[in-house]
């Protein structure tokens, strides 16, 4: 089969073949792709869900976020001919990633046992919700349930508001498992010549992020809340004199208290019992934090970043998005990008923010139409002989 037109980066060379949907799968996919893989999304005849949800030149703004660097086909998997199809881009593929419930790709005839057996070299990936097994197992999985369920939302979601709230966190961290182990076994197929099967459960991948928390509870049964993290941390936030937020971080370094009491002239604060030591610091967190709270309102933000910039003190602005793009370090660090749309216009997303000193990074392309790609793809596949 022809291989991507632009192939740059670590990963040209390798193509992916992704049955994805939504976020976690499709996130995975086009992590490989922004490192130069050549990614062909398999798409049923109605495509990936999230194309319609707004948005122009057929896509919503989401599915370009998580579907750019990839080639679209369409193939009715339920068919004979979409199957044969898929089995002969299998044949020629390194990695097959999925996002389906646990067993539809069995059901469907292209279970990992069956495309092992046609490709010894193949890795493939499934990212489920809860795993194979288990008593959740064959549930629907959307983000905002594994988060629940995983402990996420109780680590960030005050106790009085029980609301999800937030990115997709299940589904980008699933994501991120996901891209990070078919690496890793791109590695082992480089020495053993054989791919493997991988399963990624999110929830799995969501408890190995919340690693501080659950390994605390797991050794000392202390339960993690909002504001565990924080005060283990002495991080702080404050709003000046204008109502701008920011953050302060001070860690355990000691210098660094001691350097935010000059900062604030309250050095009576070093010889209040309930702060004198770190740990009273943590204990006395709420009662400090208003200390600080009152102090830091009564300047503007650009005053107090002087003087924390002066002192060495972790700080920074509680920015937005709308923010972000203006703050003069992201803006000097060029991680936006402009992609062409298929109708001419262009849209700015952020890049893939990994650089490397060797290899050419790839010419970005904007995610593609539904099925844009199908007839070159199967053209080649009939050229090769791989489809009768």
Same mark, same amino acid.
Not at 105 to 113: C, I
């Given at each position: 089969?022809?291989?991507?037109?632009?192939?740059?980066?670590?990963?040209?060379?390798?193509?992916?073949?992704?049955?994805?949907?939504?976020?976690?799968?499709?996130?995975?996919?086009?992590?490989?792709?922004?490192?130069?893989?050549?990614?062909?999304?398999?798409?049923?005849?109605?495509?990936?869900?999230?194309?319609?949800?707004?948005?122009?030149?057929?896509?919503?703004?989401?599915?370009?976020?998580?579907?750019?660097?990839?080639?679209?086909?369409?193939?009715?998997?339920?068919?004979?001919?979409?199957?044969?199809?898929?089995?002969?881009?299998?044949?020629?593929?390194?990695?097959?990633?999925?996002?389906?419930?646990?067993?539809?790709?069995?059901?469907?005839?292209?279970?990992?046992?069956?495309?092992?057996?046609?490709?010894?070299?193949?890795?493939?990936?499934?990212?489920?919700?809860?795993?194979?097994?288990?008593?959740?197992?064959?549930?629907?999985?959307?983000?905002?349930?594994?988060?629940?369920?995983?402990?996420?939302?109780?680590?960030?979601?005050?106790?009085?508001?029980?609301?999800?709230?937030?990115?997709?966190?299940?589904?980008?961290?699933? /994501?991120?498992?996901?891209?990070? @182990?078919? !690496?890793?076994?791109?590695?082992?197929? $480089? #020495?053993? +010549?054989?791919? &493997? =099967?991988?399963?990624?459960?999110?929830?799995?991948?969501?408890?190995?992020?919340?690693?501080?928390?659950?390994?605390?509870?797991?050794?000392?049964?202390?339960?993690?809340?909002?504001?565990?993290?924080?005060?283990?941390?002495?991080?702080?936030?404050?709003?000046?004199?204008?109502?701008?937020?920011?953050?302060?971080?001070?860690?355990?370094?000691?210098?660094?208290?001691?350097?935010?009491?000059?900062?604030?002239?309250?050095?009576?604060?070093?010889?209040?019992?309930?702060?004198?030591?770190?740990?009273?610091?943590?204990?006395?967190?709420?009662?400090?934090?208003?200390?600080?709270?009152?102090?830091?309102?009564?300047?503007?933000?650009?005053?107090?970043?002087?003087?924390?910039?002066?002192?060495?003190?972790?700080? /920074?602005?509680?920015?937005?998005? @709308?923010? !972000?793009?203006?703050?003069?370090?992201? $803006? #000097?660090? +060029?991680?936006? &990008? =402009?992609?062409?749309?298929?109708?001419?216009?262009?849209?700015?997303?952020?890049?893939?923010?990994?650089?490397?000193?060797?290899?050419?990074?790839?010419?970005?392309?904007?995610?593609?139409?539904?099925?844009?790609?199908?007839?070159?793809?199967?053209?080649?596949?009939?050229?090769?002989?791989?489809?009768?």
């Amino acid at each position: 089969m022809s291989p991507d037109p632009t192939p740059a980066g670590p990963l040209a060379g390798i193509r992916v073949i992704e049955l994805g949907q939504y976020i976690a799968g499709p996130y995975a996919a086009k992590l490989l792709g922004d490192m130069g893989a050549d990614v062909i999304k398999v798409e049923a005849p109605e495509g990936d869900p999230m194309r319609r949800w707004e948005g122009k030149s057929g896509y919503s703004p989401q599915f370009a976020a998580y579907n750019r660097n990839k080639r679209s086909i369409v193939l009715d998997l339920k068919s004979a001919e979409g199957l044969d199809a898929l089995l002969a881009l299998a044949d020629d593929a390194d990695i097959l990633l999925e996002n389906f419930r646990p067993g539809v790709a069995d059901r469907l005839g292209f279970g990992p046992a069956v495309l092992a057996a046609r490709n010894p070299r193949l890795i493939t990936c499934a990212i489920t919700g809860f795993g194979p097994t288990g008593p959740l197992a064959s549930r629907p999985s959307y983000d905002t349930v594994i988060s629940a369920v995983g402990g996420m939302y109780s680590q960030i979601v005050p106790a009085e508001s029980v609301r999800p709230l937030g990115p997709a966190f299940s589904d980008l961290l699933a /994501g991120q498992a996901a891209a990070q @182990a078919v !690496l890793a076994s791109l590695v082992a197929r $480089a #020495s053993s +010549g054989r791919g &493997e =099967s991988i399963s990624v459960p999110m929830v799995g991948a969501l408890i190995d992020f919340l690693t501080e928390s659950a390994s605390t509870y797991l050794q000392t049964g202390a339960i993690s809340h909002p504001d565990s993290r924080p005060r283990r941390a002495q991080a702080y936030g404050f709003t000046d004199v204008d109502g701008r937020a920011f953050i302060v971080h001070l860690s355990v370094p000691e210098k660094f208290w001691t350097g935010l009491l000059e900062v604030v002239e309250r050095p009576d604060l070093a010889t209040d019992d309930r702060f004198s030591s770190r740990e009273g610091r943590v204990r006395h967190y709420d009662e400090l934090d208003a200390e600080l709270k009152a102090v830091m309102s009564t300047r503007t933000r650009a005053e107090w970043f002087a003087r924390l910039e002066a002192a060495d003190i972790p700080h /920074g602005p509680l920015n937005t998005v @709308a923010d !972000l793009f203006d703050d003069p370090q992201i $803006a #000097s660090m +060029g991680l936006v &990008e =402009s992609l062409e749309l298929p109708d001419g216009s262009t849209i700015d997303i952020p890049r893939h923010s990994v650089d490397f000193s060797r290899s050419k990074r790839p010419v970005y392309r904007a995610a593609p139409l539904l099925g844009a790609d199908t007839d070159a793809v199967l053209t080649d596949l009939a050229t090769q002989g791989a489809l009768s």
